[in-house]
């Protein structure tokens, strides 16, 4: 298993700009989430999902959108990047309820964005 | 509203010193408790993780953490630390079978002096 997966590692945007930021995981789990990290606040969640097809907002979802067509993917989408979305985005999945795992989520290794 | 508050932002120790790492959290009902560690870099990995039982967890890395409700904390502890033990510590708590729901503390990053 590749686990948790996340591309690009590390991208410049300028203000205004959109782009989508991939996360796959090929552990068949339900649970995904999507969490920014900032210094000295630690990990934040932004979306995080139960399912293909349900989604649901963490505690910073403003400016994000995400979907789950697939058990496998959640991408989380910037529609117009702000300054203020410079950060770390880590994207992390959980087995399913009943694995004896569910409370346990694996990390993928980061984004590094930067909107200039 | 569910919170950790880590209240070490940094901690330099000599290698084969002991290390405590506070971590209080505030929350409503049972809560699943974990520590998380990322090295430089790197995504989180799971150091160990409480809901119920023994209030003494043991995790990976030779590392353990103490559950006290009354204190609502849980500290982790590891009797003789390692030079690659260097890295940030992340304490999280999260809603029993809610793990995608994670609260996270604001880190404590481990220095360790040869």
């Known amino acids: 298993n590749a686990g948790v997966t996340q591309t690009p590692k590390f991208q410049v945007l300028k203000t205004g700009q959109s782009m989508t930021l991939q996360c796959a995981q090929d552990m068949n789990h339900e649970y995904m989430s999507w969490y920014r990290q900032d210094p000295g606040m630690g990990l934040r969640l932004i979306h995080y999902?139960?399912?293909?097809?349900?989604?649901d907002q963490g505690e910073v979802p403003n400016g994000y959108n995400v979907s789950r067509s697939t058990t496998e993917d959640f991408p989380l989408r910037l529609l117009s990047a702000a300054p203020s979305q410079t950060s770390v985005y880590f994207c992390?999945?959980?087995?399913?309820?009943?694995?004896?795992?569910?409370?346990?989520?694996?990390f993928g290794p980061g984004t590094r964005l930067l909107v200039l | 509203a569910q919170s950790v508050t880590q209240p070490d932002i940094h901690i330099t120790v000599s290698e084969g010193a002991s290390l405590e790492l506070r971590c209080n959290y505030s929350y409503g009902a049972t809560p699943y408790l974990f520590w998380y560690v990322q090295s430089p870099g790197q995504g989180l990995q799971l150091l160990l993780k409480y809901f119920s039982g023994d209030t003494l967890v043991q995790g990976i890395k030779g590392f353990e953490a103490e559950f006290k409700r009354s204190q609502s904390s849980f500290n982790l502890r590891k009797p003789s630390v390692h030079w690659s033990d260097a890295a940030e510590y992340f304490c999280a708590v999260g809603p029993l079978r809610r793990a995608q729901k994670l609260v996270f503390g604001q880190g404590t990053r481990l220095t360790i002096n040869p």
């Open positions: 999902s139960v399912g293909a097809g349900i989604t």
């Open positions: 992390a999945s959980t087995p399913p309820i009943g694995s004896g795992g569910q409370e346990t989520q694996y």
